[in-house]
């Protein structure tokens, strides 16, 4: 099931990003390239971030009600384990995207589209999980992302669970990795409109442009 709602979003969106778009006037003024310590930032907030904890959190959950893998057993024990794992894959897949990034001027950050209608920025938020800003502030091919989610669960391999260490969970994994960054863009869009409304407070602050070029 994942994989067909990852393959559709895919498909949806592939139209958009088949050749990198350059950015208009309005857009140039706003944006600006990701720095080298914006960059390290990124992949800290991206490995030990509220977004990705809690997503941590919900895999976590389904993995130990799942009991799997089965080794780790379903079990508070069990469940820390599975947060301990998922956490040492996504660390190690940020530093790929990270680094890869830096080399091919790929912009990794998700940037709010506050000033599109609601259904603008869902698109937003499932186009900006397959593409990345470039240099110039278009939008292309998220390839160090392409890269860096399989590299990372395929390696994972090495030290995981022996039930879970083969090519088909690592497929799976990749699948809900991607799955995972989409929920992660959505935190990003909506929590400071969340937080604002639901706590009479704004949330923390978080990059935003205009509609996307």
């Not at 799997?68 to 995207?97: C, Q």
């Not at 969970?169 to 990795?177: L, M, S």
Request: hydrophobic share 35%; charged share 20%; proline share 5%.
């Amino acid at each position: 099931m994942a994989c067909f709602l990852l393959v559709g979003v895919t498909t949806t969106v592939a139209q958009t990003i088949e050749t990198p778009q350059k950015a208009d006037a309005s857009t140039l003024k706003t944006y600006h390239y990701i720095t080298q310590q914006q960059r390290i930032k990124w992949v800290e907030d991206n490995t030990f971030g509220a977004a990705t904890l809690t997503v941590g959190m919900f895999s976590a959950g389904i993995g130990t009600a799942r009991d799997k893998p089965v080794e780790y057993g379903p079990h508070w024990d069990g469940f820390g384990k599975r947060y301990g794992m998922r956490l040492t894959g996504v660390s190690t897949g940020n530093v790929i995207e990270g680094v890869l990034g830096d080399l091919w001027g790929e912009d990794p950050r998700y940037f709010r589209t506050i000033n599109l209608s609601l259904a603008g920025r869902l698109k937003n938020i499932a186009l900006m999980t397959v593409a990345t800003r470039r240099r110039d502030g278009g939008v292309g091919p998220a390839y160090a992302r392409y890269v860096s989610t399989p590299a990372n669960n395929f390696l994972s391999n090495t030290w995981r669970a022996d039930s879970e260490a083969n090519n088909s969970a690592a497929v799976e994994r990749t699948v809900f990795g991607f799955l995972g960054c989409m929920s992660k863009n959505a935190f990003f869009e909506f929590w400071p409109d969340i937080s604002r409304h639901v706590f009479g407070r704004r949330g923390n602050p978080l990059p935003s442009m205009g509609p996307r070029p």
